[in-house]
Nanobody
Framework: QVQLLESGGGSVQAGGSLRLSCVASGYTFSTNCMGWFRQAPGKEREGVAIIDRIGTTNYADSVKGRFTISQDSAKNTLYLQMNNLKPEDTAMYYC????????????????????WGKGTLVTISS
């Protein structure tokens, strides 16, 4: 049974940093595509960052240069380092995985993902 458990969310002021973690279980971590997605109140879920099974990454334009996605296969853990946070980054952040290669790598489309965590809330105050 695939399980994804996010942590690391919280409330910080604009300009601050947070690091999100997602511990995965129930599958071979290194064989899957993994990504971070977010959903703000009243808005559609959107892709933030994605990493494929050989470590290639892609980011939403709104977070390029501020966020970094990475993974530690030995720990079955996906990370999202978020720096220079802005109020518009406020959202519930979700970890997700897709079996095999990323089917929507360039589009960061959440509909391609197979399994989801329950999310961790990030709140940025101005």
């Amino acid at each position: 049974q695939v399980q994804l458990l996010e942590s690391g969310g919280g409330s910080v002021q604009a300009g601050g940093s947070l690091r999100l973690s997602c511990v995965a279980s129930g599958y071979t971590f290194s064989t899957n595509c993994m990504g971070w997605f977010r959903q703000a109140p009243g808005k559609e879920r959107e892709g933030v960052a994605i990493i494929d099974r050989i470590g290639t990454t892609n980011y939403a334009d709104s977070v390029k240069g501020r966020f970094t996605i990475s993974q530690d296969s030995a720990k079955n853990t996906l990370y999202l380092q978020m720096n220079n946070l802005k109020p518009e980054d406020t959202a519930m952040y979700y970890c997700a995985t897709e079996r095999g290669w990323c089917s929507h790598f360039y589009g960061l489309d959440y509909t391609g993902m197979d399994y989801w965590g329950k999310g961790t809330l990030v709140t940025i105050s101005s």
